[in-house]
């Protein structure tokens, strides 16, 4: 499966915005998502994933309340949408996917499929 993250942007403190990842190639395999972030000389950081039927979903701590996941399977689409953003939430967001199953991970090696990421940037 090939993964296309959108909607990155330059928003100030306090702003949104809906972050999609696409999915195309071999989309009838059931698979549970995530999205995940890297700040400049920070490492990859788990922010949020998603069952494949959407049921499941699982936040980092950071973010639970400002961020939701969600997910259209009939447009093989996932969506991060970004409330009350920080400074501190600047960096590139990227989708992963991986085969699904009962437990969702957050540990980014788990993932096999990534997409190329989006960069968010929030100003002070």
């Known amino acids: 499966v090939q993964l296309q993250a959108s909607g990155g942007g330059l928003v100030q403190a306090g702003g949104s915005l809906r972050l999609s990842c696409l999915a195309s190639?071999?989309?009838?395999?059931?698979?549970?998502m995530g999205w995940f972030r890297q700040a400049p000389g920070k490492e990859r950081e788990f922010v949020a994933a998603s069952s494949w039927s959407g049921g499941t979903t699982l936040y980092a701590d950071s973010v639970k309340g400002r961020f939701t996941i969600s997910r259209d399977n009939t447009k093989n689409t996932v969506y991060l949408q970004v409330n009350d953003l920080k400074p501190e939430d600047t960096a590139v967001y990227y989708c992963a996917a991986v085969d699904g199953g009962m437990v969702l991970y957050r540990t980014p090696k788990l993932y096999p499929y990534w997409g190329q990421g989006t960069l968010v940037t929030v100003s002070s």
């Open positions: 190639g071999h989309t009838s395999n059931r698979y549970n």
